[in-house]
């Protein structure tokens, strides 16, 4: 059985630092490109970073470039999201997304809050 487990989630002020982490288990994690996405109150998920499962690229939505950096490490199946200089507007739950590189499966995990005071 699949699961992403996120945490690291929490209240923070506006300009503070949060880091999250999404530890999966029942998959083949290195096969897997890893995401995160958010979902704030009556809006659609939105994609946020993603890293392939070789580590050799990232990509990043153009509203938190520069502030968050996304990370993987294979031996711990874990993938990690570094927010920097949050904003009120990153608040949101976030949540790990799993993506086999060469077939349909794909992962959810069951989210985490952040909460960003101005």
């Known amino acids: 059985q699949v699961q992403l487990v996120e945490s690291g989630g929490g209240l923070v002020q506006a300009g503070g630092s949060l880091r999250l982490s999404c530890a999966a288990s029942g998959l083949t994690f290195s096969s897997f490109c890893m995401g995160w996405f958010r979902q704030a109150p009556g809006k659609e998920r939105e994609f946020v970073a993603a890293?392939?499962?070789?580590?050799?690229?990232?990509a990043y939505a153009d509203s938190v470039k520069g502030r968050f950096t996304i990370s993987r490490d294979n031996a711990k199946n874990t993938v990690y999201q570094q927010m920097n200089n949050l904003k009120p507007e990153d608040a949101s739950v976030y949540y790990c997304n799993a993506d086999h590189f060469d077939s349909d499966y794909n992962y959810w995990g069951q989210g985490t809050q952040v909460s960003v005071s101005s």
């Open positions: 890293i392939n499962w070789s580590v050799s690229s990232t």
